[in-house]
């Protein structure tokens, strides 16, 4: 069984850029999220897809992040513009429904800010 | 608000020790405890703990929860180098939909 993909595994921009990850998630899998890893810290979730739509995205800093999962299958996460404090491992997780109770994670994103 | 907090948040062994990490949590509508090992970037799930007192074992890792004290231990004996990695502790809440609230991890580090 493949497991969750991401792309691209690592990205360096500059501050005020723009740049966009991309997740495909186990197939079958309804739900999916977006996590972000800062050093030193667990992930903190920043929004969850049930199939194409949103359940939650309270975390999310709406100004400058933005999700998608049109087709309910893979799911792009937006950043623009970028600042330096976005520099993190954004990790992709699915999960087969929406109790969540055992997600599995994608190879993450390392994004560097500078 | 939600809380997850693990110690320590570094340990370093030798080869063979018998370690034990620490989780606790403050949250609003429990609902699972869940173990992760994270080596390079992608976190691989251990165990899921729902009822307190029942250990859960996988070869050498054990884990247990206590729903009342608010709190859940996972145990590693015999330790390898291989075990070397961060250990994330997450909890299970459900606030509408049902989410995974993390704590900051216990980076654990096997000496040979």
């Known amino acids: 069984e493949a497991g969750v993909a991401q792309s691209p595994r690592y990205k360096i921009i500059e501050k005020r850029q723009s740049v966009a990850f991309w997740c495909n998630p186990i197939s079958g899998h309804a739900t999916l999220y977006w996590y972000q890893q800062i050093l030193g810290q667990g992930p903190k979730l920043l929004i969850q897809?049930?199939?194409?739509?949103?359940?939650?995205d309270s975390q999310l800093p709406k100004d400058r992040f933005s999700a998608e999962r049109l087709k309910g299958v893979d799911s792009t996460l937006k950043i623009q513009p970028a600042k330096l404090e976005d520099s993190a491992v954004y990790l992709c997780?699915?999960?087969?429904?929406?109790?969540?109770?055992?997600?599995?994670f994608g190879p993450g994103t390392r994004l560097t800010v500078l | 608000e939600d809380k997850v907090v693990q110690s320590p948040l570094s340990l370093v062994v030798h080869e063979g020790d018998t370690v034990t990490l620490n989780c606790s949590y403050e949250v609003t509508n429990f609902r699972s405890l869940l173990w992760y090992k994270q080596e390079k970037k992608a976190p691989t799930f251990l165990f899921m703990l729902?009822?307190?007192?029942i250990e859960k074992k996988s070869g050498r890792l054990s884990s247990i929860l206590d729903k009342k004290e608010l709190f859940s231990i996972l145990n590693i004996t015999a330790t390898q180098t291989g075990d070397s990695a961060v250990y994330l502790c997450?909890?299970?809440?459900?606030?509408?939909?049902?989410?995974?609230?993390f704590g900051q991890g216990t980076r654990l580090t096997i000496n040979p």
């Open positions: 729902t009822s307190s007192g």
């Open positions: 897809f049930q199939n194409n739509g949103v359940v939650d």
């Open positions: 997780a699915s999960s087969l429904d929406r109790t969540g109770a055992e997600q599995f």
């Open positions: 997450a909890v299970g809440v459900k606030v509408g939909a049902q989410k995974l609230v």
